[in-house]
């Protein structure tokens, strides 16, 4: 069983900056592809940022692409998001998950989500 554990959410002004941390339990954290992946009240979740199990190629969003950065280290069974340029319009839920697969492609399953950590911009 893998356990993925959120940290790092908070309210932010406008034009702030948040980073999240993830960090995973349990075996082959560097085989699996990570993502973070938002839900804001009454809207769907929705892809955010992916990273490869090497984390040699990463993947965003448009709506976060030049301002959110996805890194991970596998030494530390953690994947991180450096969250820039907040715009109230990135409040939502962000949530933390394994991929089955060792790179992101669209439509890409999750076999494990993190509980979730609230991310709120104020304008």
């Known amino acids: 069983q893998v356990q993925l554990v959120e940290s790092g959410g908070g309210l932010v002004q406008a034009g702030g900056s948040l980073r999240l941390s993830c960090t995973a339990s349990g075996r082959a954290f560097d085989t699996y592809a990570m993502a973070w992946f938002r839900q804001a009240p009454g809207k769907e979740r929705e892809f955010v940022s992916a990273?490869?199990?090497?984390?040699?190629?990463?993947y965003y969003a448009d709506s976060v692409k030049g301002r959110f950065t996805i890194s991970r280290d596998n030494t530390e069974n953690s994947v991180w998001l450096q969250m820039s340029k907040l715009k109230p319009e990135d409040t939502a839920v962000y949530y933390c998950?394994?991929?089955?697969?060792?790179?992101?492609?669209?439509?890409?399953?999750?076999?494990?989500w993190g509980q979730g950590t609230q991310v709120t911009v104020s304008s």
């Open positions: 990273i490869a199990y090497s984390g040699e190629n990463t």
């Open positions: 998950a394994r991929l089955e697969s060792s790179y992101y492609y669209r439509g890409a399953k999750v076999d494990y």
